[in-house]
């Protein structure tokens, strides 16, 4: 795996440097006389993506058997898994509408059977919500084929919430958030690789693909819902308690990070910390699998056997990629982090300047509680298993690739002295306060429903069922009914009055008719 690991990561570098890029045309004609073209595009961002989903898919197809015990049930998951990787792999090379169009509805029904694997009624709900959820954007995307050509869609605003709804349903952005956490349903391994790195990496994906921004010059609307899912998974986390919950919540906090290098920064940028956000939180999510397995099955933080009783090595594991993810100085995404906020340092909107840099102040925030709640032996219970699968040195070797991959851009950047002091600020306020309000519940009510976006999809729920009552009208078996009037099914009282209810449709029958036969006359 290494050696794989270090040849997919060398053909990346060689991409990246020489700019290469390729089509591949396939030409179909049916027996109907339809001819359908297939685009297969290859550049150094479709190559950099499938590096990311082997990577991944390795890690996870390892764990499995561990997270199992090599049983068959193990076996049966990476099936599925195997499954949702290949059609995610053609997704990414698909170059046109239909084509895409099609694997992203196999996209989602893969993803419905991951999520339905463990067959009970939470699992189903978790999966219809998911669904349901990804429809809008499936919608979408069936209109933008169904055009035909979205040049003429793209200059009004219908357009735009089309191109909205492809993105910020797969994206899990406000306020499409739910569907993220109730996908953590779904068994620890397929959390690692679905929802951290490839599912939700497909509004990414689009964006870049179709260069959609490139016909808008307001993205207000984005903009709005990118800053606001942000702000709201980071605040949610800081109060949150499931492990699993929290990681999720961190994956929404930096995707949408992904989609505002897009708005505000480069392609390049985006793509390397879709990069490196993927592969660290697959990893982040198999070490707080351990965690959690070695707790009998608990996913609460007060509730789970301290890593810190493993030894130093899964607390000095867990706490790097945790910090990585969160971007402190020289680790994991700090150096793309810090590139786009260079860029703010000469804006104008100030208002926008204070938002972006309070949603950095919420990403260490909860970096750093999470930080502290998983090395707090008091507030952990006092039995557990050591259950460690450890991907060894690649943790430590991936915290540094993001300093790798910037350093292939060719801009040179220096941060002004006013924009490093504050980050260094925030993570210094960030360690006060993830030590002194870590079980802190100010907020526990509006996070416990995600600021409303779990009571939306209750609401929809509702609505659903108010519905299904009301067409049941439209379900009942009017002709069953009709056979029993006729061979008099049931007690005397009930035989007299089908009867007469008998005679008075056929009474109505003939009035139709011989009125029928007047207006002839």
Request: proline content about 1%; glycine content about 6%.
């Amino acid at each position: 795996m290494f050696l794989l690991f270090f040849v997919l990561l060398f053909i990346f570098c060689l991409l990246c440097l020489s700019n290469c890029s390729f089509v591949v045309n396939l030409h179909l004609i049916f027996n109907s006389g339809i001819y359908w073209l297939i685009n297969l595009d290859v550049d150094y961002f479709i190559v950099s993506i499938i590096v990311m989903l082997v990577l991944c898919f390795l890690f996870v197809y390892n764990y499995t058997g561990h997270y199992f015990g090599y049983n068959l049930v193990g076996y049966e998951l990476n099936y599925i898994i195997c499954l949702f990787v290949l059609v995610m792999g053609v997704l990414v090379l698909s170059g046109d509408f239909l084509f895409t169009l099609i694997f992203w509805e196999y996209l989602g029904v893969v993803s419905y059977f991951l999520i339905l694997f463990y067959c009970s009624y939470l699992s189903l709900r978790s999966s219809v919500i998911t669904l349901v959820s990804s429809r809008f954007g499936d919608v979408g995307l069936f209109i933008l084929f169904a055009i035909n050509s979205y040049v003429f869609f793209l200059n009004n605003i219908v357009g735009l919430m089309v191109f909205f709804f492809i993105i910020i349903t797969k994206s899990a952005g406000f306020p499409f958030i739910s569907w993220l956490l109730e996908a953590m349903r779904a068994p620890t391994p397929v959390s690692s690789l679905v929802h951290s790195s490839t599912l939700v990496a497909a509004g990414i994906w689009f964006v870049i693909r179709y260069d959609f921004l490139f016909f808008y010059d307001n993205c207000f609307i984005f903009t709005i819902s990118v800053l606001l899912t942000i702000f709201i998974t980071g605040v949610c986390c800081y109060f949150f308690i499931d492990l699993k919950k929290i990681v999720a919540l961190s994956t929404c906090n930096n995707i949408s990070w992904c989609l505002f290098y897009l708005l505000f920064g480069d392609v390049i940028l985006s793509l390397i910390q879709l990069i490196s956000h993927g592969v660290s939180k697959c990893l982040l999510f198999i070490l707080v699998g351990d965690v959690m397995s070695g707790s009998f099955g608990s996913q609460n933080v007060n509730c789970v056997y301290s890593p810190r009783l493993y030894g130093n090595w899964g607390v000095f594991s867990l706490s790097c990629v945790v910090l990585g993810l969160s971007g402190v100085p020289f680790l994991g995404v700090f150096f793309s982090k810090h590139f786009l906020l260079n860029e703010f340092n000469n804006i104008i909107n100030v208002f926008l300047l204070v938002v972006v840099f309070l949603c950095v102040l919420l990403s260490y925030l909860y970096s750093f509680r999470l930080c502290y709640l998983i090395n707090k032996i008091s507030y952990s219970v006092n039995i557990g298993v050591l259950y460690v699968f450890s991907p060894s040195f690649i943790i430590y070797f991936w915290l540094f690739v993001n300093f790798f991959m910037v350093c292939l851009l060719n801009e040179s950047v220096f941060s002004s002295l006013y924009s490093c002091l504050l980050l260094l600020v925030f993570q210094f306020i960030s360690v006060i306060a993830s030590y002194c309000f870590y079980d802190s519940y100010v907020f526990s009510l509006w996070c416990s429903s995600l600021f409303g976006c779990d009571n939306l999809v209750c609401f929809v729920y509702e609505c659903f069922f108010k519905l299904l009552d009301i067409f049941c009208l439209f379900f009942y078996r009017w002709d069953k009914y009709c056979i029993n009037l006729f061979i008099g099914i049931g007690n005397s009282v009930f035989n007299i009055y089908g009867l007469m209810v008998l005679n008075l449709v056929m009474i109505f029958v003939l009035f139709v008719l011989v009125f029928n036969m007047l207006i002839l006359l």
